[in-house]
């Protein structure tokens, strides 16, 4: 963790401020230390650089059945979303992720948060958007997906990439602190939805975009015969973006939807009010 990083940071529980204590600094990088909450006094520990914001006493059953879920299919996932989709998908996939990024509409220079980052598939298009001098912030409740996440960024010596575990429900980030928000599959199965879309909004800066995608089937689709058919191999193509969640400073709502039989999805952005 780079140390500037401190500045974006705040306790996920009661928002206060952080101090390191007992760290280790290996090429200007925090690889180990605690940091404690200088008001709550609660601690979160360092290791391998990725500062762990987990607080489990906080995780809905389905939350914690999630991340359960994807720590036992780690390995198995990053080469299906690294190697097998780009691939069937012919080019579709990492060209979606593409204009995902360049939807948040962000300058040279930006700082993005990328929510559930999983391991780290929207990171290199993200990085094209905010260039050398810009910063992508990513968590994810996985401490397995995140360790493939540290390994590709470490592979790769993306200098400009910080990761986090934590709870979307709880994000660890200061108020108003992220030049624009995405996140990409994950919320249809989150247990605490209005609070995790109220945390994103809240890191976010005023005027800031944030970009929600992740599976699910138009209702014109929905009633058709292959629609029925995707809903009945995964049930989750049921579900609906979450506009009736969100938080009431935001403004610009627009709903789009994607069908492609790899993965029919919806594409929710919004704008978070000055």
Not at 117 to 127: A, E, H, K
Not at 140 to 151: G, N, P, T, V, W
Not at 162 to 171: C, F, G, I, P, T
Not at 238 to 253: H, M, Q, Y
Request: positive net charge; charged residues 25%; contains cysteine.
């Amino acid at each position: 963790m780079n140390p500037e990083t401190l500045n974006l940071l705040c306790c996920p529980i009661c928002h206060g401020d952080l101090t390191l204590r007992d760290s280790k600094i290996v090429n200007r990088e925090i690889v180990s230390g605690v940091l404690k909450c200088q008001l709550c006094e609660r601690s979160y520990r360092i290791a391998d650089g990725v500062p762990d914001f987990l607080v489990r006493e906080l995780l809905s059953d389905e939350d914690r059945k999630w991340m359960l879920e994807y720590d036992n299919i780690a390995r198995t996932y990053d080469i299906l979303m690294e190697i097998i989709i780009p691939s069937l998908s012919l080019g579709l996939e990492p060209l979606g992720r593409y204009n995902w990024a360049k939807q948040l509409n962000v300058k040279k220079g930006a700082c993005i948060l990328d929510v559930a980052t999983g391991t780290g598939r929207n990171i290199p298009f993200l990085l094209r958007q905010v260039g050398l001098n810009g910063k992508i912030v990513a968590m994810d409740i996985s401490k397995r997906m995140l360790a493939y996440a540290r390994a590709k960024i470490r592979k790769k010596r993306w200098g400009n990439v910080e990761l986090q575990r934590a709870d979307a429900s709880n994000l660890p980030y200061k108020d108003n602190t992220f030049d624009a928000v995405i996140h990409v599959g994950g919320i249809n199965t989150f247990g605490k939805k209005r609070k995790a879309l109220q945390e994103m909004t809240r890191v976010a800066k005023s005027n800031a975009r944030i970009v929600i995608v992740d599976e699910g089937l138009s209702p014109e689709k929905e009633e058709t015969f292959l629609g029925k058919f995707l809903i009945k191999t995964n049930a989750l193509y049921r579900c609906k973006p979450p506009i009736k969640l969100l938080p009431k400073n935001v403004k610009n709502v627009k709903v789009k939807w994607n069908f492609n039989l790899l993965w029919p999805h919806y594409n929710m952005e919004f704008i978070k009010k000055s």
